[in-house]
């Protein structure tokens, strides 16, 4: 579904009026693969998303100010953490997870729990731990500020400019790897949506990342969509009920 993310980010950076649903059609089928992974649907025993990509699809939610997916599937994340079974997804040789790290902790925070990576078997940049544990719900925006930089700076040195070179992966660290998600900074509007969620206001800070076409609000409008979307969805959805009844929740939120 690469396409429709790349047809979303032209019609930003065209400054396109004329609603195509691209970034609609996008979201929807990121996250009900996300949910497909976690209800499994496939009854396989490994993970059909590895963790740096669910941690790109629950970022992205968060940034369009939506945390339903990571509140559904939190149980189950810390299960097949806990479990190994994360640890068992990872590429081997893997580098230390980012992406994944801080939307697991940014979840966690809010049930006052800790993550033991180190036991799971899961290598982790302490970076986005610590992000968690120092600037998440710091109120005094200087401190803020100088931990969002370093954010948006980690965002650019990671990101997968070139997907053929094989030094540029998420195995190797470069978890960015979703075009849409390039020039976008979803961690920045991830964790200032998380912070107002909380009552915290998040500052504005000059770092050329908020300065794309993409650093806009992003809010799909997923009721428009499912209004217009072709009838093939609707059995999509059945089809994925009738191998999971749990997925039934995939009604409730889109």
């Given amino acids: 579904m690469g396409i429709t993310g790349l047809l979303y980010t032209k019609e930003i950076y065209s400054n396109v009026n004329e609603k195509s649903y691209a970034f609609e059609k996008f979201f929807w089928h990121r996250n009900v693969s996300f949910l497909a992974s976690y209800y499994n649907l496939f009854k396989d025993k490994n993970l059909s998303l590895d963790f740096s990509e669910q941690g790109e699809i629950l970022l992205m939610d968060f940034a369009c100010d939506d945390f339903r997916i990571g509140h559904l599937c939190y149980d189950r994340i810390i299960e097949n953490i806990q479990s190994g079974k994360m640890a068992k997804s990872l590429p081997m040789y893997t580098r230390p997870q980012k992406l994944g790290v801080f939307a697991v902790e940014m979840l966690a925070s809010e049930k006052n729990q800790t ?63 979703m075009e849409i998600l390039l020039a976008w900074p979803f961690e920045y509007q991830a964790v200032k949506n998380f912070r107002a969620k909380h009552g915290l206001t998040t500052p504005i800070i000059d770092h050329p990342l908020l300065k794309t076409p993409m650093a806009i609000e992003h809010r799909p409008d997923m ?32």
């Fill in 115 to 177: 993550i033991d990576w180190e036991s799971a078997g899961i290598p982790i940049d302490p970076f986005y731990q610590r992000f968690c544990q120092e600037a998440l719900y710091n109120e005094n925006h200087d401190v803020v500020a100088q931990w969002l930089i370093a954010l948006c700076d980690r965002h650019v040195e990671w990101s997968a400019l070139f997907d053929w070179d094989e030094n540029e992966q998420s195995a190797t660290g470069y978890e960015i790897d």
């Fill in 223 to 254: 009721v428009g969509w499912k209004q217009n979307r072709p009838a093939i969805y609707d059995q999509m959805i059945e089809d994925l009920i009738t191998i999971n009844t749990e997925l039934q929740v995939i009604h409730k939120l889109f």
